[in-house]
């Protein structure tokens, strides 16, 4: 049963008239567009085929056999709705009371309870800067980690680094021909990035390069100390800087599992695919024909022996099964390696994984900045560190600036400015649908009074503030009926929502839910805050709104930390 007591009464009001389970009537019941429609509604429609009947005559059937309760007040159709209206004072009394019992663990459940969810996501190239195309792989994985977390699943954070491949070879061969220990000691990530773009450079007119970078990566295969040498010294810089970075955004791995770590499985895999009639030779190489599928040719291995991308994420796909066992399969992946993922599904269902149907390929757009060109080869990137930093530069400077400023002591200034620089950051990186590009606008993403972090968390600041103003403790007997006017309403309707956002993002994998869930919550409150003065009045009615008031703080701060965002007290 769900946790809240009037959808339960729906559903035990409704289950001796209809043919369904209480589990499929609870999934059915919504909340209508309008609150003077009612506060939970009944769609009739999917039952008009069983039951020979209009949505709307169904309906009303309904409406003349369901009777009300001291929790359902009122029972109406509208056309194939049927609609319920609750008991004003009862709602808000079983709102705040839950959010005042459950505290920091308002909004989840155990619906995950002893099943594990594999989330890869960041994934970067070593060698090559952490920058703003990782972003959002990042905050998307990240959120999806946090949400699943939330619903009692063991999540496990995979960061399937890029660590294997031909650009191996041609790093260490720029590395052998051009590069400086010293620079690279002192320079790091700037070097290596130097000698891959100054490789491609001389391959153009050089075409020999690329042979002789072939040979130094079949070297690395091979297990040639000279090349796996230069070859961990590379990855050791990378993750060094690589994690300073993930540190800023509060990002958490479980696995550094990359690509190389399935190279002893590889033959295994070809060898298995092989004599199972799945794999197949051509020309050379080895690949998996998925023509009647629709898909041109997965490629496992090269006509020169070399393994790629392919062969790597079906060894790691078994691995995490077993070592895992998983119940869902997450890869957090940019929409261009779609096919690259069909593929991969195609050819586990081949094998014969009923399991691959818990794989999903979670995609999204692309960050742009106004006139911006992205490419690594050319060295034309913005990286994620400076990004971040230059964010929290940014806050500081409209935070001194702004009527808030006196709110933050000095020596918390600096906290603050990076609570909210980065958590503007994060905040527009899922405030859209993931398939969507993002458009980075600093004006925008930093907008106090916007669409934005910085007013979700202002709203938090504004709460905390006036909790602290009224110096007095919340006390959780306060009388209900002063709570039930209707600005006050939309605000406890949106407290009530929080538990089936969170259910609803994980279903569909879409953590901007929670972000415009925030945004209406923000909006409910300050309008409230517009209309209601809190401190001040009657004792009754002080007490009454500084329990809601204290609700809405906490329920903010729940829905931060699920995008991975903090919830400063003063701004």
Same mark, same amino acid.
């Not at 809240?4 to 909340?31: C, Q, R, W, Y």
């Not at 005559?57 to 009777?67: C, E, Q, R, S």
């Not at 491949?165 to 052998?176: C, E, N, P, S």
């Given at each position: 049963?769900?946790?809240?007591i009037f ?6 009001? *409704?289950?001796?008239?209809?043919d369904?389970?209480g589990?499929?009537?609870?999934g059915m ?27 709307k005559?169904?309906?009303a ?19 194939p709705?049927?609609?319920f209206?609750v008991?004003?004072a ?5 709102v ?6 459950q505290g920091?663990?308002y909004?989840?459940?155990d ?13 970067p190239?070593?060698a ?7 972003l ?7 959120g999806l ?15 399937h680094?890029?660590?294997w491949?031909?650009?191996?070879g ?8 051009? @590069? ?22 001389e ?6 390069l690329e042979?002789e ?7 690395l ?9 230069l070859?961990q ?18 990002v958490?791995?479980?696995s ?8 002893d ?30 898909m041109p040719?997965?490629l ?5 022996g070399?393994?790629l ?19 869902k ?7 261009e390696?779609r ?8 050819v ?8 691959v ?7 999204? @757009?692309m960050?742009?900045?106004?006139d911006?060109?992205?490419?690594t ?6 990286l ?6 230059r ?5 500081k400077?409209?935070?001194?600036e702004?009527?808030m ?11 603050v400015?990076?609570?909210? @620089? ?8 899922l405030?859209?649908?993931r ?10 993403i ?18 905390s503030?006036?909790l602290?103003?009224?110096q ?9 009926? *002063?709570l039930?006017?209707e600005t ?20 569909v994998?879409e953590?901007y ?11 409910a409150?300050?309008?409230?805050l ?5 401190l ?5 009615l002080?007490?009454?709104?500084l329990?809601?008031?204290?609700c ?5 701060r729940n829905?931060?930390?699920?995008l ?8």
């Amino acid at each position: 049963m769900a946790q809240n007591i009037f959808v339960n009464a729906i559903v035990k009001a *409704l289950t001796p008239h209809l043919d369904l389970s209480g589990t499929e009537i609870e999934g059915m019941i919504a909340t209508p567009p309008d609150p003077k429609m009612g506060d939970y509604s009944f769609p009739c429609f999917t039952l008009a085929k069983a039951m020979r009947m209009s949505p709307k005559d169904i309906a009303a059937d309904l409406a003349a056999k369901v009777d009300t309760t001291d929790l359902l007040e009122q029972i109406q159709t509208a056309g194939p709705y049927l609609n319920f209206f609750v008991s004003k004072a009862r709602f808000v009394q079983e709102v705040l009371r839950n959010i005042r019992s459950q505290g920091d663990r308002y909004g989840q459940s155990d619906i995950g309870q002893g099943k594990t969810v594999c989330i890869d996501f960041s994934s970067p190239n070593i060698a090559k800067h952490l920058a703003v195309h990782h972003l959002q792989s990042t905050m998307i994985g990240n959120g999806l980690y946090k949400i699943y977390s939330a619903l009692g699943y063991k999540c496990v954070g995979i960061n399937h680094l890029g660590d294997w491949g031909t650009q191996f070879g041609q790093l260490i061969l720029a590395y052998k021909k051009w @590069g400086a220990a010293d620079k690279l000691e002192t320079d790091g990530i700037t070097h290596l990035n130097q000698l891959y773009v100054r490789f491609h450079a001389e391959a153009e007119g050089n075409p020999e390069l690329e042979q002789e970078a072939r040979e130094w990566f079949r070297r690395l295969e091979d297990g040639d100390p000279k090349a796996r040498d230069l070859w961990q010294r590379f990855k050791d810089i990378s993750l060094e800087e690589f994690n300073r970075a993930y540190e800023m955004l509060g990002v958490h791995f479980d696995s550094f599992a990359g690509e190389s770590f399935y190279c002893d499985m590889l033959n295994d895999v070809i060898e298995r695919l092989e004599t199972a009639g799945i794999a197949t030779e051509s020309e050379g190489a080895v690949v998996v024909d998925l023509e009647e599928y629709g898909m041109p040719a997965c490629l496992l291995r090269k006509s020169d022996g070399a393994t790629l991308y392919a062969t790597r994420d079906i060894a790691a796909a078994e691995y995490r099964k077993k070592t895992y066992n998983f119940a869902k399969m997450i890869y957090v992946v940019g929409g261009e390696q779609r096919l690259a993922f069909r593929q991969l599904f195609k050819v586990l269902e081949l094998m014969g994984y009923e399991w691959v149907k818990d794989c999903t390929h979670v995609d999204f @757009g692309m960050v742009r900045f106004k006139d911006r060109k992205m490419s690594t080869r050319k060295g034309d990137v913005i990286l994620l560190e400076d990004l971040l930093k230059r964010a929290v530069e940014l806050a500081k400077s409209i935070m001194q600036e702004g009527e808030m400023e006196h709110e933050v002591p000095p020596d918390q200034m600096d906290e603050v400015a990076a609570a909210v @620089g980065i958590g503007a950051v994060i905040f527009a990186e899922l405030a859209s649908k993931r398939v969507k590009d993002v458009a980075f606008d600093w004006a925008e993403i930093l907008n106090f009074k916007g669409d934005t972090g910085p007013y979700v968390q202002y709203t938090h600041a504004r709460s905390s503030s006036i909790l602290r103003k009224a110096q007095q403790d919340v006390v959780d007997d306060v009388d209900v009926d *002063l709570l039930t006017d209707e600005t006050t309403m939309a605000v406890v309707k949106q407290l009530e929502r929080l538990p089936a956002v969170i259910r609803d993002a994980a279903e569909v994998y879409e953590p901007y839910f929670i972000c415009n869930y925030l945004l209406d919550l923000c909006g409910a409150t300050n309008t409230l805050l517009h209309k209601h003065r809190i401190l001040k009045n009657e004792p009754p009615l002080t007490n009454a709104r500084l329990l809601l008031i204290d609700c809405v703080r906490q329920v903010i701060r729940n829905g931060l930390w699920v995008l991975g965002i903090k919830a400063p007290e003063r701004m």
